[in-house]
């Protein structure tokens, strides 16, 4: 799939300027897949593998509509100053190759039951291809930019820690956070693929020979 825009919102940003993750984290993926099924899929129904590329990444600038509180009348109202201006790192014409062992999850994604987004509800993708492929356990191979629970210092990217996925089962309460990992995400603007021996790598039958993926095992508690 691709789209014109994509943002993974960076968990220790809240301020400021904000930054992208460089890869998506896998709550998104988990979320892109249950849009496209219409319904909440979980993360013991499937593994997933992915690898995502884009043209670039740089600065947004996004209106953003202030407000502020009035105590006389105890209601917000539009800010005196107007809108203002928020930078944003975005990156810009995503492609996603992504990977799933349930196959009832197929007519999600052929059909879709809503739009598939990569991060923001703006960020919208369309499915070019969805097709079966054989994936064949290797211990090493070539990785494209993805997100491992390992860290390779070959490898240009950042580090960080990630929910594996949220929860929204109880009404009038926010999201409940599943547990978290330590990711190293690799950057996804170049070309490169690196060598790495990794568990859980995989070679899809549609890739040239050397090519891998790393099918990611959830953290379940």
Known sequence: ???????????????????????????????????????VVKPEETRVGYEFRCASTDIELEKTDRLAFDSKKGVLQPHREGQGIMKRYIHFRPVLDLYVTNMGLEEGFKSPASTPCLGRSQDITWINNVERVELEPREEGSLGPTMIPEVKENIPSLI???????????????????????????????GSRFLVKLPELYHPSCSPDNHVIYLHQWLMA
Do not use: D
């Not at 220790?12 to 099924?37: D, E, F, M, R």
């Open 160 to 190: 960080v820690r990630c929910p594996e996925w949220f929860t929204n089962e109880a009404e009038g309460r926010t999201r409940i956070t599943g547990p978290l990992g330590r990711y190293q995400a690799m950057l996804p603007t170049s």
């Open 1 to 39: 799939m691709e789209g014109f825009t994509a943002f993974f919102k960076h968990p220790l940003v809240i301020t400021g300027t904000q930054v992208s993750l460089p890869c998506p984290p896998y709550s998104t993926i988990l979320g892109l897949i249950s849009a496209c099924a219409g319904r």
